[in-house]
Nanobody
Framework: VQLQASGGGLVQAGASLRLSCAAS????????LAWFRQAPGKEREFVAA????????TYADSVKGRFTISRDNAENTVYLQMNSLKPEDTAVYYC???????????????????WGQGTLVTVSS
């Protein structure tokens, strides 16, 4: 299984970015996906998750109303649309795929068994 994240970059506060994560090696449509992030000197934290069908989404309180997770099962890709970015959103963002089929999309990193390489998002003030 491989996950390839892309779309990070350097932006100013208030700007938008869309992250993408392309997956291969697993029947994509049967698995939940998630985004986590890790800021310098901090623990990795949950950002958003989407269940296998795309019908259920979960967000961290810090990103609710600003970030949107979505998936395209035909393209085997999960997205994270990030609007109204803040300096505190600066981090390496990782996508992950759930270990179990037909999962609900949880905020627990132990639910995911494969991770992308990460893409850096830097938000300047």
């Amino acid at each position: 299984v491989q996950l390839q994240a892309s779309g990070g970059g350097l932006v100013q506060a208030g700007a938008s970015l869309r992250l993408s994560c392309a997956a291969s090696g697993r029947t994509f449509s049967r698995y939940a996906l998630a985004w986590f992030r890790q800021a310098p000197g901090k623990e990795r934290e949950f950002v958003a998750a989407i269940n296998w069908s795309g019908g259920s989404k979960t967000y961290a309180d810090s990103v609710k109303g600003r970030f949107t997770i979505s998936r395209d099962n035909a393209e085997n890709t999960v997205y994270l649309q990030m609007n109204s970015l803040k300096p505190e959103d600066t981090a390496v963002y990782y996508c992950a795929i759930s270990a179990a089929m037909y999962g609900s999309g949880r905020d627990d990193s132990r639910s995911y068994d494969y991770w992308g390489q990460g893409t850096l998002v830097t938000v300047s003030s």
